[in-house]
């Protein structure tokens, strides 16, 4: 059982570059949500998804796009990089229905922005 | 915005001690309170979680305290060992689990000296 996995591991960008950040779990879990890690502030919501075909913002969505087709898969996408950027991307999903309770944590996507 | 306070940011035991880590939270309808741990290269994973109608809740050498009057929840370690060494997150959810949104404290780096 795979869990929930990221791809790539680490990424370097240049300034106004884009790309997109590959989230998958095999668990059929219906809750995603994309977070990002900076030393000192902890974790901070990006995204969110309670099912297909639902996304909604978290505390820091500007910048950076998501769409949910299907359960498995929640890409994030950075359409136009900034340095402020530079950050450790984690991809996390909830085994309690559409809730955010007890996350599954992806390993998560070192992202440099040059 | 609503937020939560997590502290000391940083924290240094001896083996066999115990360690205690607190965190403050701003919103009154938060129901769900979770505690990560986090390795060093890895993704956090859940260790203890708590829901705003329970005071109190143990699992081996750990345990969880909240006090939902003064907005504050904590988490106790008794008899740390040199693996219990990494960064611990609070987190609670804005309104209700089901909302979606869970927000993290700023994480507490603890060492276990042997």
């Known amino acids: 059982n795979a869990g929930v996995t990221q791809t790539p591991k680490f990424q370097v960008l240049k300034t106004g570059q884009s790309m997109t950040l590959q989230c998958a779990q095999d668990m059929n879990h219906e809750y995603m949500s994309w977070y990002r890690q900076d030393p000192g502030m902890g974790l901070r919501l990006i995204h969110y998804?309670?099912?297909?075909?639902?996304?909604d913002q978290g505390e820091v969505p500007n910048g950076y796009n998501v769409s949910r087709s299907t359960t498995e898969d929640f890409p994030l996408r950075l359409l136009s990089a900034a340095p402020s950027q530079t950050s450790v991307y984690f991809c996390a999903s909830s085994s309690v229905g559409a809730t955010n309770e007890k996350l599954f944590f992806g390993s998560g996507t070192q992202l440099s922005v040059l | 915005g609503e937020n939560v306070e997590q502290h000391p940011s940083t924290l240094s035991v001896q083996e066999g001690d115990s360690a205690v880590i607190k965190c403050t939270y701003s919103d009154s309808a938060s129901n769900y309170f979770p505690w990560y741990k986090q390795e060093l290269g890895k993704g956090p994973q859940l260790i203890i979680d708590?829901?705003?109608?329970?005071g109190e809740k143990k699992d081996q050498r750990i345990a969880v305290t909240l006090n939902k009057t003064a907005k504050h929840f904590s988490l106790h370690i008794t008899e740390t060992q040199p693996e219990d060494s990494a960064v611990y997150f609070c987190a609670a959810t804005l309104g209700s689990s089901n909302t979606g949104k869970l927000i993290f404290g700023q994480g507490t780096t603890l060492q276990v000296k042997p």
């Open positions: 708590i829901r705003s109608n329970v």
């Open positions: 998804s309670v099912g297909a075909g639902i996304t």
